[in-house]
């Protein structure tokens, strides 16, 4: 049998990995500033990590969810704590795509609507509704096309509120930073006019943190910068460092019901310990601080360097947009500086999403083989 060919592949083998480092199997040492895309937040192997998931495992590996799991439950108040949602339930599945459709689900039980609205550049996963809602036509399939999404400008206010006015609209779902569309911010007042009309039209508000959640924006999670509560979070990649985990973060309102969703891997014992090692590596280490102080010293230092269009970001979540395709800068940083990068939909934006325990050297790292990089095709 061969793999199904889905992924263009770059031609290295990472057999092992340290902090913000890879090694392929020739003993090539590598940065890492994609962090498997954004989902390594405490560092490759980390010891307490590794340990937490390995003492598990010697104990007990799965069960299914008709079983009590303590662990889920020191997860979720451990979660509560952190993020500031101490109130909210939690429902654990397993990836960010399964978390928006959970979600999306959730929000038409809760009101029994249909219709909702994404917007311009969003991804939100590749299972149903989540495609659906996701703005990328090349990755729907027939079957996922509906008539239940409407797309809107990013942004726009004004759109918002005129189809809000014309739809018994069941929920609003936004990213806090919207990730693969090339790190677009939300502004301020965007998510807090989203608030208040799904307020009013009592339409739910779902907030997709699967990338920019977890402490990469220098906050737990992203919106918390505009002040609002939306009704239901959305968490997956630095979630679990690598241990395929997510979760739907969901009001006090709203109200669960026996068999309403379910999933057979989700909150497994391993997933649980994956994700409690994460959240208190986290707190002990102070990553979010971390994330927001380097985060900003790399967003200064990079405007010092020529050759850059635009600047976007919070904390650990960094889009640097050029005047010119990025793809061969983002292959000469590979194979010549071994640094690894993100790529975004937008062509010409890099992205930068590294574990939060990056060090100011690791960045001076980058910052310099990237100055180089961009002075050499200005000569040019
Ligand atoms: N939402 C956002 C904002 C994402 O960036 C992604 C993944 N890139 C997803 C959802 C889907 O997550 P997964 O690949 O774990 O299904």
């Excluded at 737990?220 to 979070?233: E, L, T």
């Excluded at 010293?297 to 640097?320: H, N, T």
Aim: hydrophobic letters at 40%; glycine letters at 10%; proline letters at 3%.
């Amino acid at each position: 049998m061969k793999l199904f060919d889905v992924y263009p592949l770059f031609d290295i083998v990472p057999v092992k990995a340290e902090g913000s480092y890879i090694w392929d199997e020739k003993g090539v040492k590598y940065l890492d500033l994609y962090g498997g895309h954004a989902v390594i937040s405490v560092g490759h192997s980390h010891p307490y990590y590794v340990k937490k998931i390995t003492d598990q495992l010697n104990k007990i590996g799965f069960y299914s969810n008709s079983v009590k799991i303590p662990m889920q439950e020191e997860l979720a108040q451990k979660l509560g704590e952190l993020s500031g949602y101490t109130d909210y339930n939690l429902f654990l599945c397993n990836s960010g795509a399964e978390a928006n459709e959970n979600a999306l689900k959730v929000a038409s039980f809760h009101n029994g609507r249909k219709k909702i609205i994404s917007f311009s550049k969003s991804f939100h996963g590749r299972t149903s509704l989540a495609v659906a809602a996701t703005d990328d036509a090349s990755i729907v399939a027939p079957v996922n096309q509906t008539d239940n999404i409407i797309f809107l400008p990013f942004n726009d206010e004004q759109a918002l509120e005129a189809v809000m006015q014309q739809y018994e609209v069941c929920a609003v779902i936004v990213e806090g930073i919207q990730g693969v569309g090339g790190v677009m911010i939300p502004t301020t007042s965007f998510l807090q006019k989203i608030k208040q009309v799904c307020e009013k039209a009592g339409a739910l508000l779902i907030l997709d943190e699967v990338q920019s959640g977890y402490g990469r924006s220098g906050k737990f999670f992203a919106h918390q910068y505009a002040g609002i509560q939306p009704d239901i979070i959305t968490i997956a990649k630095g979630m679990g460092n690598g241990f395929p985990v997510a979760g739907v973060l969901i009001h006090p309102s709203i109200k669960a019901k026996h068999s309403m969703l379910g999933t057979t891997f989700g909150g497994n014992y391993l997933a649980c310990a994956a994700a409690i090692a994460v959240l208190d590596i986290i707190k002990k280490e102070n990553l979010i601080d971390n994330a927001l102080k380097i985060g900003t010293y790399f967003m200064e230092k990079l405007k010092g360097i020529d050759g850059i269009k635009e600047i976007r970001g919070l904390g650990l979540m960094i889009g640097v947009e050029l005047d010119q395709p990025c793809a061969d800068i983002r292959k000469q940083l590979l194979t010549e500086y071994k640094m690894f990068l993100g790529s975004s939909s937008n062509k010409n934006t890099i992205r930068i999403l590294p574990a939060l325990t990056l060090t100011k050297e690791e960045a001076d790292l980058f910052l310099q083989a990237f100055g180089k990089v961009l002075a050499e095709r200005l000569v040019k």
